[in-house]
């Protein structure tokens, strides 16, 4: 019983724990139930999800791929195929990175910086993106990471979505833009620039800089056309490694090369691929071979073609059509900008060179000295053309030789100038044709159709310089000589302009008369000098006979005269009783003659030289000859003597006294005075004489007539003499109100 009894309550209390399991599994039955269609729904949503992606995500021209949380691919699109990345299959469990850049290990790689700083925000919900131009892939992309939500919830759903584009179009239509608004920008500045400066440098550099911002390039270059060749007027990016930016110069004979020239005549850029292999490439000043590719465009107003805009690239093949399209644009708007710059330059140049020339005509005509004249017109000549050196040589008619006369060198140079030198014009045929023709010639050292000979290069050439300019000196028909102008310049410079050679031409003729004047001058010079040579040896030889004859009338003549007036006396004393009163009456006068003979031929030898001149000196002489001078002719006779305790020089002393024996007699005879004034002074290095009368006066300028022939003569006598000594004599004088001698001679 007891027994039964314990079982049963043991059944009991089973059935009670079965019936709470059944309780238990009846609630969980009711509690799984929305869990099972939460589920349902979920597996609803990824199907509609994936039916989604394979409808959608495989028709996008972007590559998407579902990423899981460990940053693993799930699904990719076909865009992976589309860009040769490899199989939709074969993507499964593979990285993006991989799948982007199979195998990369560089640590740069934009994508590992990228992914580190993303993949953590995508886990928690924060989106993010990149651009960058792939290597691997050769486009811009666009990366997207952007976290895959229930949108309806707004919860994650544990995966992100990566997506890559191709926006290379875009780039490039965004490059395309910036450059068509660089170009619209730098054709405003280049417009600008016509009316902002008509300074031709300033514009220069203008349009440089600008060109930089049109055509992507490594060096520069605006050439301007002059006289058929193309000159470089400004460039940058040309200087050598570690050098200091220079301007790059040189000449192009546009004729000499088929791509220039059909710039200038068609009007059409020109593209160069790769200068390395182009027979019609204009070689450089140096070695330049890192520029592989070329574009350039002509600057045209209207249908003339002025210069050349050219650009220059490291690589081949780095220009194309869109390059000189755009070139060409912003070269149309330059070209104005140039022409309103060099009309103004020229404008300016014309008025410099007037001015020059107006400056070198007054320079050279307020002067007759010739070497003055010569210097003066080779350096203005060198510095207004630029040249380096400028020689002048002149002709000399008679024996056919040229002499260098001036010489100037812009800078040191290491050469021989040469002046003084004379050559033989039939040794320079350049020359000679120069002057037989009156013809202006340019000389090349490496044309050779202008052979230079040993004597011309010596001329007109020196070492290192390539080219002269030779100018004919004329007046007239007349040939006075050649002006050489030479200019060093490497490679192909052609220094010597029309322009410049109109300039030194205009140089030459206005300096050409000065030069003949001067030429004239020295020649009236030298035969003044050859005058005054011979006239001082006149007066010395005169002054010689002087001095001879007066010597002989007073111990020859005076001697004999006396003894006749001695012998005369004696006959009259011892024949007294026997002559008749007739005889003693002509004895007696013969006597007096003698004695009157006598005393005139004593007169004479002392107006001929005073032996007191070279015994007593110029003082005691001169103070001699006034006293009697005022005793004869009753004029009122001041004589002051200052500084001169020491005698003078024989040669001074005597000319000293014949200027003053020669005034006063000319005031004797001339002036009507009854007063002189004559003062005689040493001063430091000359020896002055001053004579002034009160007489009537003349007018010095209207002197003429008679009154030349004797008062002339004697004021040429004066002025000769002094003149000998190389010293100085002046007349003032007015009607009415004197005269005043004044000579000074150096002592």
């Given at each position: 019983?007891?027994?039964?009894?314990?079982?049963?309550?043991?059944?009991?209390?089973?059935?009670?724990?079965?019936?709470?399991?059944?309780?238990?599994?009846?609630?969980?039955?009711?509690?799984?139930?929305?869990?099972?269609?939460?589920?349902?729904?979920?597996?609803?949503?990824?199907?509609?999800?994936k039916q989604e992606w394979e409808s959608t995500a495989d028709s996008l021209p972007d590559l998407v791929c579902l990423v899981d949380d460990r940053g693993c691919i799930i699904r990719a699109n076909r865009t992976v195929e589309t860009w040769n990345l490899g199989r939709v299959?074969?993507?499964?469990?593979?990285?993006?990175?991989?799948?982007?850049?199979?195998?990369?290990?560089?640590?740069?790689?934009?994508?590992?910086?990228?992914?580190?700083?993303?993949?953590?925000?995508?886990?928690?919900?924060?989106?993010?993106?990149?651009?960058?131009?792939?290597?691997?892939?050769?486009?811009?992309?666009?990366?997207?990471?952007?976290?895959?939500?229930?949108?309806?919830k707004g919860t994650a759903l544990g995966s992100t979505v990566v997506v890559v584009r191709d926006i290379t179009e875009r780039k490039r239509a965004e490059e395309e833009l910036r450059r068509e608004r660089d170009l619209a920008e730098a054709l405003e500045e280049a417009a600008?620039?016509?009316?902002?400066?008509?300074?031709?440098?300033?514009?220069?550099?203008?349009?440089?800089?600008?060109?930089?911002?049109?055509?992507?390039?490594?060096?520069?270059?605006?050439?301007?056309?002059?006289?058929?060749?193309?000159?470089?007027?400004?460039?940058?990016?040309?200087?050598?490694?570690?050098?200091?930016?220079?301007?790059?110069?040189?000449?192009?004979?546009?004729?000499?090369?088929?791509?220039?020239?059909?710039?200038?005549?068609?009007?059409?850029?020109?593209?160069?691929?790769?200068?390395?292999?182009?027979?019609?490439?204009?070689?450089?000043?140096?070695?330049?071979?890192?520029?592989?590719?070329?574009?350039?465009?002509?600057?045209?107003?209207?249908?003339?073609?002025?210069?050349?805009?050219?650009?220059?690239?490291?690589?081949?093949?780095?220009?194309?059509?869109?390059?000189?399209?755009?070139?060409?644009?912003?070269?149309?708007?330059?070209?104005?900008?140039?022409?309103?710059?060099?009309?103004?330059?020229?404008?300016?140049?014309?008025?410099?060179?007037?001015?020059?020339?107006?400056?070198?005509?007054?320079?050279?005509?307020?002067?007759?000295?010739?070497?003055?004249?010569?210097?003066?017109?080779?350096?203005?000549?060198?510095?207004?053309?630029?040249?380096?050196?400028?020689?002048?040589?002149?002709?000399?008619?008679?024996?056919?030789?040229?002499?260098?006369?001036?010489?100037?060198?812009?800078?040191?140079?290491?050469?021989?100038?040469?002046?003084?030198?004379?050559?033989?014009?039939?040794?320079?045929?350049?020359?000679?044709?120069?002057?037989?023709?009156?013809?202006?010639?340019?000389?090349?050292?490496?044309?050779?159709?202008?052979?230079?000979?040993?004597?011309?290069?010596?001329?007109?050439?020196?070492?290192?310089?390539?080219?002269?300019?030779?100018?004919?000196?004329?007046?007239?028909?007349?040939?006075?000589?050649?002006?050489?102008?030479?200019?060093?310049?490497?490679?192909?410079?052609?220094?010597?302009?029309?322009?410049?050679?109109?300039?030194?031409?205009?140089?030459?003729?206005?300096?050409?008369?000065?030069?003949?004047?001067?030429?004239?001058?020295?020649?009236?010079?030298?035969?003044?000098?050859?005058?005054?040579?011979?006239?001082?040896?006149?007066?010395?030889?005169?002054?010689?006979?002087?001095?001879?004859?007066?010597?002989?009338?007073?111990?020859?003549?005076?001697?004999?005269?006396?003894?006749?007036?001695?012998?005369?006396?004696?006959?009259?004393?011892?024949?007294?009783?026997?002559?008749?009163?007739?005889?003693?009456?002509?004895?007696?006068?013969?006597?007096?003659?003698?004695?009157?003979?006598?005393?005139?031929?004593?007169?004479?030898?002392?107006?001929?030289?005073?032996?007191?001149?070279?015994?007593?000196?110029?003082?005691?002489?001169?103070?001699?000859?006034?006293?009697?001078?005022?005793?004869?002719?009753?004029?009122?006779?001041?004589?002051?003597?200052?500084?001169?305790?020491?005698?003078?020089?024989?040669?001074?002393?005597?000319?000293?006294?014949?200027?003053?024996?020669?005034?006063?007699?000319?005031?004797?005879?001339?002036?009507?005075?009854?007063?002189?004034?004559?003062?005689?002074?040493?001063?430091?290095?000359?020896?002055?004489?001053?004579?002034?009368?009160?007489?009537?006066?003349?007018?010095?300028?209207?002197?003429?007539?008679?009154?030349?022939?004797?008062?002339?003569?004697?004021?040429?006598?004066?002025?000769?003499?002094?003149?000998?000594?190389?010293?100085?004599?002046?007349?003032?004088?007015?009607?009415?109100?004197?005269?005043?001698?004044?000579?000074?001679?150096?002592?």
């Amino acid at each position: 019983m007891d027994y039964s009894k314990m079982k049963k309550a043991q059944l009991i209390e089973e059935i009670e724990a079965l019936q709470e399991k059944i309780a238990g599994l009846e609630r969980a039955q009711a509690e799984r139930g929305p869990a099972e269609e939460e589920l349902k729904e979920l597996l609803k949503k990824i199907e509609q999800a994936k039916q989604e992606w394979e409808s959608t995500a495989d028709s996008l021209p972007d590559l998407v791929c579902l990423v899981d949380d460990r940053g693993c691919i799930i699904r990719a699109n076909r865009t992976v195929e589309t860009w040769n990345l490899g199989r939709v299959v074969d993507v499964k469990g593979r990285r993006v990175h991989e799948l982007l850049h199979p195998g990369c290990v560089d640590s740069s790689c934009y994508l590992d910086s990228f992914w580190e700083g993303t993949w953590e925000e995508a886990l928690r919900g924060q989106p993010a993106q990149c651009e960058a131009y792939d290597e691997f892939l050769k486009r811009h992309v666009l990366v997207q990471v952007e976290p895959w939500k229930d949108w309806g919830k707004g919860t994650a759903l544990g995966s992100t979505v990566v997506v890559v584009r191709d926006i290379t179009e875009r780039k490039r239509a965004e490059e395309e833009l910036r450059r068509e608004r660089d170009l619209a920008e730098a054709l405003e500045e280049a417009a600008a620039a016509v009316s902002s400066t008509l300074d031709l440098d300033e514009v220069l550099d203008h349009i440089l800089e600008q060109a930089e911002r049109v055509v992507a390039g490594d060096a520069f270059s605006i050439i301007l056309i002059e006289d058929d060749v193309g000159r470089v007027a400004r460039s940058r990016g040309y200087e050598l490694p570690g050098e200091e930016i220079q301007p790059l110069r040189f000449d192009i004979p546009i004729a000499k090369y088929s791509k220039v020239m059909k710039m200038a005549r068609t009007g059409k850029p020109v593209i160069v691929p790769d200068t390395s292999v182009d027979p019609d490439w204009v070689p450089a000043a140096r070695d330049q071979g890192w520029r592989r590719s070329y574009v350039g465009v002509p600057i045209q107003l209207g249908d003339v073609t002025v210069g050349f805009l050219s650009v220059s690239g490291t690589g081949p093949g780095q220009f194309g059509p869109e390059d000189a399209r755009r070139m060409q644009a912003f070269a149309s708007h330059a070209a104005i900008a140039i022409e309103n710059a060099r009309l103004f330059e020229g404008v300016q140049q014309k008025s410099e060179e007037l001015a020059l020339l107006l400056d070198m005509a007054t320079t050279v005509s307020s002067t007759l000295e010739l070497d003055y004249i010569l210097r003066t017109l080779a350096e203005k000549m060198t510095t207004s053309v630029g040249a380096t050196f400028c020689r002048i040589a002149l002709l000399n008619e008679v024996n056919q030789t040229l002499t260098i006369a001036a010489v100037f060198a812009a800078h040191d140079l290491d050469w021989d100038p040469g002046l003084g030198r004379q050559y033989a014009l039939a040794d320079a045929s350049w020359h000679r044709q120069v002057i037989e023709r009156g013809e202006i010639m340019i000389l090349r050292q490496d044309d050779p159709s202008k052979a230079v000979s040993e004597t011309e290069c010596r001329i007109a050439l020196s070492e290192g310089i390539q080219s002269a300019l030779l100018i004919p000196l004329m007046v007239g028909d007349r040939t006075l000589g050649v002006v050489s102008l030479g200019e060093m310049r490497s490679w192909q410079r052609i220094p010597f302009t029309a322009d410049r050679v109109r300039l030194c031409q205009a140089m030459a003729n206005a300096t050409a008369v000065a030069i003949e004047k001067a030429q004239l001058l020295d020649a009236i010079t030298k035969h003044r000098r050859d005058l005054q040579r011979l006239s001082a040896q006149l007066i010395n030889a005169q002054e010689a006979e002087r001095r001879r004859i007066s010597r002989e009338l007073h111990d020859e003549v005076g001697q004999a005269l006396t003894m006749i007036s001695i012998n005369l006396a004696a006959i009259e004393k011892e024949l007294l009783s026997e002559l008749s009163p007739m005889a003693r009456e002509r004895l007696a006068e013969t006597g007096a003659l003698a004695d009157q003979t006598l005393e005139q031929i004593r007169e004479l030898s002392l107006d001929l030289r005073p032996t007191m001149l070279d015994d007593l000196g110029l003082i005691s002489t001169l103070r001699w000859y006034m006293n009697r001078y005022a005793k004869r002719l009753n004029i009122e006779v001041k004589f002051e003597a200052i500084e001169l305790e020491e005698r003078l020089p024989a040669d001074i002393e005597t000319v000293l006294y014949r200027a003053v024996q020669e005034a006063l007699t000319n005031v004797a005879r001339h002036t009507q005075a009854n007063r002189v004034n004559v003062r005689l002074e040493r001063k430091v290095s000359t020896v002055v004489v001053f004579i002034e009368d009160n007489g009537q006066g003349f007018d010095v300028e209207k002197l003429a007539g008679r009154e030349v022939l004797e008062r002339g003569v004697g004021l040429l006598g004066i002025r000769e003499r002094v003149a000998s000594l190389g010293g100085s004599f002046s007349i003032q004088s007015r009607p009415g109100q004197g005269t005043r001698l004044t000579i000074e001679i150096p002592s």
